[in-house]
């Protein structure tokens, strides 16, 4: 089975500046990427993302870095019925993912590990 590596969450903000900041000015994180409309913050071994909000953009999201993406595939494929998701998929920024929309929620779920 698959170890998970960290669980950050995915924050939408109207104001990517002002939320960074607050991280960064309160409680000390470091920017590790910043692609304007994406961020990602770290202190020690937590993450955090910030993202723009939009019209696309404003449901609570989660982001579940594992060490093996295609065994969970393998364990979970067969049991998706009545959930929404995307199979495994490589993404540009290097990470290749899985997506699933959390039942009875409004939440998305990222499972993604580092290509190579």
């Keep these: 089975m698959y170890k998970a590596k960290h669980l950050s969450p995915m924050i939408p903000s109207i104001d990517i500046v002002k939320t960074v900041s607050f ?16 961020v990602i913050l770290q202190k020690d071994n937590l ?23 295609q065994s969970i595939w393998n364990y979970i494929k067969d049991n998706l019925n009545g959930i929404k998701f995307k199979e495994p998929f490589d993404q540009n920024y290097g990470m290749r993912e899985i997506h699933l ?10 499972i993604g590990q580092q290509i190579g």
């Design 23 to 38: 991280f960064i000015d309160l409680l000390r994180f470091e920017i590790i990427r910043d692609d304007k409309t994406y």
């Design 47 to 69: 993450t955090i993302h910030i993202l723009r909000a939009g019209k696309e953009i404003g449901e609570m999201e989660f982001y579940l870095e594992v060490d093996d993406l």
């Design 101 to 110: 929309v959390i039942p009875m929620t409004k939440t998305l779920l990222f």
